[in-house]
Every structure is written in structure tokens, then in C-alpha cells.
């Protein structure tokens, strides 16, 4: 097998994604046939080179696998609580079966709904680049009534100040009837900025009470309790991969159809200088008679 990049090899083999696990490279907690590296640019052969992270080997590529969690409030979007606090994480709403998984991007800690788990790196990180346009739909309780400028500015980008990069357009609607206390609104974004939502909506002074995502990808919790899980079907990750431009191998023709198929795209060629209309010579004695 060709060598790949160390951080590919520890996200397909689902310990973390590749952004975690170039953290993990750079802290030195990989070593290759013993050697430790650091180096990002860094490759290996995962059939034939011992790898290790943090000491545990790594055998096999795992099947990969997809899974879609109804996440509560008050939950982290992580394995483990790395500030050591003993809060909640979304590994603790896992079966211990499913646990080697890692989120698709973050859910804030006070922010419930969908959440994409997977062992498999390369959908991961795909899914989340704003290359692909992923769309993350999201319904949020802000407070107020929000004019329909206020609507326009965040669609179109024009709440964020200064000199950074401006967001993607996204969709912005009214659900609910408007009060002068509240409104829910539905948002949809096609990047995954930090707190984007949350953002956007204080720019405009109507800050979030409440905030829920309702899908991703497509991919929704409806009829999936708070705290659980479910795999995705084949269609949904068929779904996925199409939007992500993930190639899946083609369907092979049955082998009793698979000479004419060849013949039918490639039909038979005529000797250079003849051509493809021209009548073959009748049977019969050739020479004078």
C-alpha cells in the first residue's frame, strides 16, 4: 500500500479527526515503528508500519460508520471534557460499542439538535469545509421582532463588521408569528462559523434564547428522542456522499452483459481507407475470367 499522511491514517482508523489528529502529532503522542514524530508532512504504510498513538496501536481500518445524535442542552460536543471538569460529554449518550467515533463539527454546550458522529476522517472533514456548502438548518428563539432589514442584514452577510472574510449568504425566516417579546426564527448556513447563529443575531440586536439545529446535511432527528442515537441508511449516507463528491465504486454490469456493453460503446472499426458505408465485395473467383 503507498504511504499516507499520518494524520489520514489516525482519522480513518476513527481515534480522532484529522484536525485532532495533527494536534496529536505535533504533542508527540505518535510514533512510527517506535520513532516518535511531529512532523505534519509525515508519511506511513499502515500495513506494514507500526503506528501508534498515545501508546495504543493501530491494527485495521474500522468499517466506517455513521451515526446521527439527538443532542440535549447542556452536553459537550467532545469524547472527554479535556478542561477536567467532569461535564457532560456526548460519549457518555453513546452504546460503549459506538464510542469510537468522533462529532462533525460542534454543537455549543447550550445548543441541542442534530449532531453527525462518524468514524470515517475524509467525510468528516469534507462535511465540514465550507468548499462543499454543507447546508446546517437551525431554528432559534431570539428576542424581540426582528424588522425585515434586520432579516436582510443577516442573510446577506452585512452584520459582521471589519475586515474579515464575509459569510456565505444564508436563509432567513420568520416561523412563528412575531411578539414583542420573541421570535423564532429558521436559519439556514452553508459554512460552519464559530458561534455563527449566535453572532449574526446579536449583531442585529436580537440576541438567542434558545437555539436548535434541525439538520444537517439533510440528515434530521425527527422522531429520535433527546440523547439518542441512530445509524444512518444507506440512502442518507449515499446522500452524503454525493454532496460531499465522495466517488462510490460504479455498479458492474452483469458478466453476460458486459460484452455488449463493450461492443455497443466501441462499435467495430473498418480498415484504415475504407469506408464504414462502402458494400463488401460480393463472394465469388477473383481474377480475369
Known amino acids: 500500500m503507498t504511504a499516507i499522511r499520518l494524520q489520514k491514517i489516525i482519522a480513518q482508523a476513527g481515534l480522532a479527526s484529522r484536525r485532532e489528529a495533527e494536534r496529536l502529532i505535533e504533542e ?3 510514533r512510527v515503528n517506535g520513532a516518535r514524530v511531529v512532523t505534519l508532512g509525515a508519511k506511513a504504510d499502515p500495513l ?3 503506528i501508534k498513538v498515545n501508546g495504543k496501536l493501530i491494527t485495521k481500518k474500522e468499517a466506517p460508520l455513521y451515526l446521527v445524535l439527538n443532542k440535549p442542552k447542556n452536553v459537550l460536543t467532545t469524547m472527554q471534557d479535556e478542561e477536567g471538569k467532569n461535564r457532560p460529554t456526548v460519549a457518555d ?14 454543537l455549543d454546550f447550550d445548543v441541542e439538535g442534530v449532531l453527525l458522529l462518524t468514524n470515517d476522517g475524509e467525510m468528516a472533514n469534507r462535511l465540514a469545509h465550507p468548499r462543499y456548502g454543507i447546508p446546517r438548518v437551525y431554528e432559534a428563539k431570539v428576542k ?6 434586520a432579516l436582510a442584514r443577516m442573510a446577506d452577510g452585512s452584520w459582521m463588521r471589519g475586515r474579515r472574510r464575509k ?22 448556513l452553508h459554512e460552519g462559523r464559530q458561534h455563527q447563529v449566535k453572532r449574526m443575531c446579536e449583531a442585529v440586536g436580537h440576541p438567542v434564547i434558545k437555539l436548535v439545529r434541525r439538520a444537517y446535511g439533510g440528515i434530521t432527528a425527527r422522531g429520535l428522542p433527546a440523547a439518542k442515537v441512530r445509524t444512518l441508511t444507506h440512502d442518507e449516507v449515499e446522500k452524503l456522499k454525493l454532496m460531499t463528491n ?3 465504486e460504479a455498479a458492474k454490469l452483469p458478466p453476460s452483459r458486459v460484452g455488449w456493453a463493450k461492443a455497443k460503446a466501441k462499435p467495430k ?20 475470367s
Open 93 to 106: 449518550l453513546l452504546p460503549q460499542g459506538l464510542r469510537r467515533v468522533f462529532p462533525v463539527g460542534r
Open 269 to 288: 472499426r473498418t480498415p484504415r481507407g475504407q469506408s464504414a458505408k462502402q458494400k463488401t465485395k460480393a463472394p465469388g473467383k477473383t481474377g480475369s
Open 28 to 30: 508527540g503522542c505518535v
Open 246 to 248: 465522495i466517488r462510490t
Open 167 to 188: 459569510p456565505q449568504e444564508a436563509l432567513v425566516r420568520t416561523i412563528r408569528a412575531k411578539t414583542e417579546k420573541n421570535t423564532w426564527l429558521r436559519i439556514e
Open 48 to 50: 506494514t508500519d507500526s
Open 144 to 149: 424581540g421582532a426582528p424588522t425585515e432589514a
